[in-house]
């Protein structure tokens, strides 16, 4: 078996029209493609995208494909099990229908083994219907330690593109993907890849890596369920623990905090069904004790 020097993994799911572009965007990168391997999960996909990457992997011996298991489906599961089968030392997540600029993995590779930090994030560019939108924090360049990490936690919208990571950190440090949830269900991952990032962080905010696609049939696009809901206060307790075990200040708490209810109230209130805004705020009373918690963080 080849070892690679990255592993860029992406999930499939239905986006047959835009796997062209994002395959050419990774071939194309001024990093020699020969040392990258491409991991396509399919996600059970019910259009032609199976037969795009299938001829992708014949064409090219550094791209393989897998498939979800029948038990499990949604980007998590998809990312775990390229994660398991990466044989790249760097890992890189690249969505389906987003594009990676040319010169983006020699830039983030060239930073991460210069500086011998766990991770290194870009920012992006946003493509949407009303043009291209380039994404900053205003932080420029900075290396964070591990003690000093308040601005990476509201940096990049907390997802795990835009971000290569040492394959043997996330390995040592048993960091996966929630497979429950198939919504924000990289909140946790992002975040806990950041808190445990014992050699350090480098943020690019000067850097637009990728190029982020904005769809109207996107998951980013999904109704708020009550699930949603479920899924912020799991989030919320989950990063609260981690966050104190890592011995992060109180504002940084409070920041991440704040970020995570404020993310599910654009959810809500985005949602195009009077009915599901009623039942999320129904299905949130059960969380009363978890809110007053919360609110005494803010005080």
């Known amino acids: 078996m080849k070892d690679y020097k990255i592993s860029v993994i992406t999930p499939v799911y239905n986006t047959e029209k835009y796997l062209e572009e994002t395959f050419e965007s990774v071939k194309n990168q001024t990093f020699n493609f020969e040392d990258i391997e491409m991991i396509f999960i399919d996600d059970k996909s019910t259009d032609s995208s199976r037969d795009i990457i299938e001829r992708f992997s014949e064409e090219f011996e550094n791209v393989k494909v897998y498939e979800t298991p029948k038990d499990k ?10 994660l398991k089968n990466a044989n790249g030392e760097y890992i890189i997540f690249l969505d389906s229908d987003d594009i990676m ?28 219907d009303k ?3 380039p994404i900053s924090a205003g932080i420029g360049r900075r290396k964070l330690s591990h ?27 048993n960091i996966r993907f929630i497979e429950k949830f198939n919504i924000h269900e ?23 890596g990728q190029i982020w696609r904005i769809r109207s049939d996107g998951t980013h696009n999904t109704p708020i ?18 966050m104190l075990e890592q011995n992060q200040p109180l504002e ?36 009363k004790s978890s809110n007053e918690a919360i609110n005494d963080l803010f005080d």
């Not at 990490?149 to 919208?157: E, K, T």
């Open 73 to 82: 489906k949604g980007p998590g599961s998809a990312r775990n099990l390229g």
């Open 101 to 128: 600029v040319p010169e983006y993995v020699e830039t983030i590779y060239n930073e991460i083994t210069q500086n011998d930090v766990d991770l290194v994030k870009s920012t992006f560019t946003m493509n949407t």
């Open 131 to 133: 043009g291209i939108m």
């Open 147 to 173: 003690d000093d990490l308040s601005d990476a936690m509201v940096f990049n919208f907390f997802e795990p593109w835009c971000t290569i990571y040492k394959k043997s950190y996330l390995l040592d440090e």
């Open 186 to 208: 990289s909140f946790v991952f992002a975040i806990e890849t950041i808190a445990k990032a014992k050699n350090g962080i480098i943020l690019l905010d000067d850097f637009h």
């Open 225 to 242: 369920k009550e699930v949603d809901f479920e899924y912020t206060m799991h989030c919320l307790s989950t990063v609260l623990i981690l």
């Open 252 to 287: 940084c708490i409070r920041r991440i905090s704040r970020f995570i209810l404020s993310t599910w109230c654009y959810d809500l209130f985005i949602s195009p069904e009077p009915d599901e805004i009623i039942n999320a705020f129904t299905f949130a009373k059960g969380f």
